[in-house]
């Protein structure tokens, strides 16, 4: 994701399984070649002009384009890596858009780390217009359907699958225009989106591995609002977090409001992450941007507070290592920033491990060239963009 401008950043304090039916027939995974050409991408070392930092001097590394793995896709829109998740050596890739336009149907995608190849899993076909998240509950991946290419008007899709098993679909959420999110929790699911009837946000729940689902929560917000619900589990209860109606805590019947995080800066949850017993949440990405998404906030079950990088920050991914986060710019510039102590609740917290630039030759993507996704594995980053390129560094030691 980068290739060669210096990046000037400074950090700023901020005050404040289920079983399911239906099994898709599939065949042999396939292996997807890129169009995109091999390149190379050196970071650069800031110069003395930066702004001085609590931070010492990010380190050379270099990045290998790996390819555009969602350019089977004839709509450049639809290319974006919105979320990565790594399972059993493979980095799945969340793409696709839903705005404006028809960008579906979206292929099961991941990069293997074995193979260094692109995998159509399964040949697995999502029939929806984009894939945001993907989610992990019991060693079993979890997609909620952001845009069914089928009915929304009568059912939402939940897609799961487990590592010795099929990619499976329940068509069952009840007017389920757009499905943002899902939980698990015991023998419960959760899903969180649009009802289609109501234009309204809902958080859905089932009993009985999601075969039926009733609405446990109608949100406040309509669609023009921000319905996007987020979960995040934290010491073993559920959270959601919804632009209108802020915080909210399942409490084994209803949802009652709780206080992790400042209402007043509230603009909805993208992503999150489980690190030392607190929940680090990113604020919603879109192309536009936002001066709040320039924060980090996080939750310990009874504290809140926030972080505020002078770049937007669009990803954060918990190791055993630290806490890494993703920061850039519309025109393909960013940061990688590591934590390994959050003792201190402000920006000393984080050291600016990584700058790259990545705007050389990029292509005119309707959606930017903004870094919007972070993964982490055997040792290297692996870094995404809004116009679907994908690149991996070489080797980094903490």
């Known amino acids: 994701m980068k290739q060669t401008f210096v990046i000037l950043i400074a950090l700023t304090l901020l005050a404040a399984c289920a ?3 239906i099994a898709t027939p599939v065949l042999a995974p396939t292996t997807i070649a890129t169009p995109v050409p091999m390149a190379t991408a050196t970071m650069l070392v800031p110069t003395a002009t930066a702004v001085p930092m609590p931070t010492k001097t990010p380190i050379p590394l270099t990045f290998e ?16 890596i919105q979320d990565m998740q790594l399972w059993h050596d493979r980095i799945y890739l969340a793409h696709g858009a839903w705005i404006k336009t028809s960008y579906g149907p979206i292929r099961a995608l991941y990069y293997d780390l074995n193979s260094e190849k692109f995998i159509h899993d399964e040949n697995f076909i999502f029939q929806e217009e984009a894939i945001e998240k993907i989610q992990i509950f019991n060693d079993t991946l979890y997609v909620p359907g952001v845009d069914a290419r089928e009915n929304p008007d009568y059912y939402g899709n939940l897609f799961y699958k ?10 069952t959420i ?26 309204a ?44 109606d802020g915080c909210l805590m399942f409490d084994n019947q209803s949802w009652i409001k709780k206080n992790c995080m400042d209402d007043r800066l509230f603009i909805g949850v993208y992503k999150n992450a489980l690190y030392r017993n607190m929940v680090v949440m990113v604020p919603y990405w879109n192309e536009n941007g936002n001066s709040l998404e320039q924060s980090l906030f996080f939750f310990d079950g ?7 990088f002078s770049l937007r920050v669009t990803d954060v991914v918990s190791t055993s290592e630290g806490l890494y986060v993703l920061a850039g710019t519309t025109s393909g510039e960013g940061s990688i920033f590591r934590a390994t102590s959050l003792d201190c609740h402000c920006d000393k917290d984080f050291t600016r491990i990584v700058d790259f630039d990545m705007s050389k030759d990029r292509p005119k993507h309707p959606r930017g ?19 679907g390129r994908l690149f991996r560094s070489k080797p980094y030691q903490p």
């Open 19 to 21: 079983p399911g039916p």
């Open 65 to 80: 384009l790996l390819g555009v793995p969602a350019s089977y896709n004839p709509k450049m829109d639809g290319w974006g």
């Open 162 to 171: 487990k590592w010795d098993g099929k990619w499976t679909k329940l068509p």
């Open 174 to 199: 009840p007017h389920g225009a757009h499905i943002w999110d899902v939980a698990v929790l015991g023998n419960l699911f959760f899903a969180s989106g649009i009802e289609s009837l109501q234009d």
């Open 201 to 244: 946000g809902v958080i859905w729940m089932s009993a009985d591995y999601g075969q039926t689902w009733k609405v446990n929560f109608k949100s406040a917000a309509n669609r023009t609002e921000g319905t996007h619900a987020s979960f995040f589990l934290l010491k073993e209860r559920l959270y959601a977090t919804i632009a209108r």
């Open 302 to 308: 009874q504290e809140a507070w926030s972080v505020k």
């Open 369 to 387: 060239n903004d870094p919007i996704s972070l993964e982490y594995a055997n040792g290297r980053f692996y870094v995404a963009f809004a116009d």
